[in-house]
């Protein structure tokens, strides 16, 4: 199993806000920046969120990210269609010194 | 535009060796850390090596240490996945990623940005 821990899945309507959750511990999340990457069906992964909260140019304002002692979160508001895909979050583990990833969370749109 | 072209995969037997290439454009290559991703099929990403722009320090995971190398060359602004001994286990796409520094650092190991479009190693009898 996974280093750190995510919802194995979710879902929302058009226009809602969902939001991933991402838990780890005090060598991983506790203590380094949480990254989100988000794979659309069938093509390689791409940098949703760095440093915890911080949006790559291109990246529209719906997505955020936040971190809070040991876990982090990513929000989805204005959902759309084109949203459904997976997710990752991931980060360093000081214990294990390299990068660690979620188990991913697969985002439906209803 | 930056961009990483991944390359080299294919069937294999268990046992067997597989090298793949990594072609990067758009960037000052030997200033980036560079690191390779898989994910087996239908699963989640599994952080394989990482390399130093002046490939001075290579790191792997513990599944892959002493059976896999990751070396580049910064004329041909080319990175590599030398895989032997190969395992069903290994099966998976192989990604390349570029880093955010020139040298390994905990804070920003896990920033990937941009990804190849991955290859298929198959590994199979």
């Known amino acids: 199993q996974s280093v750190l821990t995510q919802p194995p899945s979710a879902s929302g309507t058009p226009g809602q806000r969902v939001t991933i959750s991402c838990s780890g511990s005090?060598?991983?999340?506790?203590?380094?920046?949480v990254y989100w990457y988000q794979q659309l069906p069938g093509t390689a992964p791409k940098l949703l969120i760095y440093?915890?909260?911080q949006r790559p140019s291109g990246v529209p304002d719906r997505f955020a990210g936040s971190k809070s002692g040991t876990s982090a979160s990513l929000a989805i508001s204005g959902l759309r269609s084109e949203d459904e895909a997976d997710y990752y979050c991931?980060?360093?583990?000081?214990?294990?010194?390299?990068?660690?990833f979620g188990g991913g969370t697969k985002l439906t749109v209803l | 535009e930056v961009q990483l072209l991944d390359s080299g995969g294919g069937l294999v037997q268990p046992g067997g060796s597989l090298r793949l290439s990594c072609a990067a454009f758009?960037?000052?290559?030997?200033?980036?850390?560079m690191s390779w991703v898989r994910q087996a099929p239908g699963k989640g990403l599994e952080w394989v090596s990482v390399?130093?722009?002046?490939?001075?320090?290579?790191y792997y995971a513990d599944s892959v240490k002493g059976r896999f190398t990751i070396s580049r060359d910064n004329s041909k602004n080319t990175l590599y996945l030398q895989m032997n001994s190969l395992r069903v286990e290994d099966t998976a796409v192989y990604y390349c990623?570029?880093?955010?520094?020139?040298?390994?650092?905990?804070?920003?190991?896990?920033?990937?940005?941009?990804w190849g479009q991955g290859t298929l190693v198959t590994v199979s009898s």
């Open positions: 990623a570029k880093g955010v520094n020139r040298v390994v650092v905990a804070a920003t190991l896990s920033w990937f940005d941009p």
């Open positions: 991931a980060t360093s583990d000081d214990s294990l010194n390299r990068p660690v």
């Open positions: 390399i130093s722009g002046s490939a001075g320090s290579t």
């Open positions: 758009g960037f000052t290559f030997s200033n980036y850390a």
């Open positions: 440093r915890n909260n």
């Open positions: 005090s060598s991983n999340i506790g203590t380094n920046f």
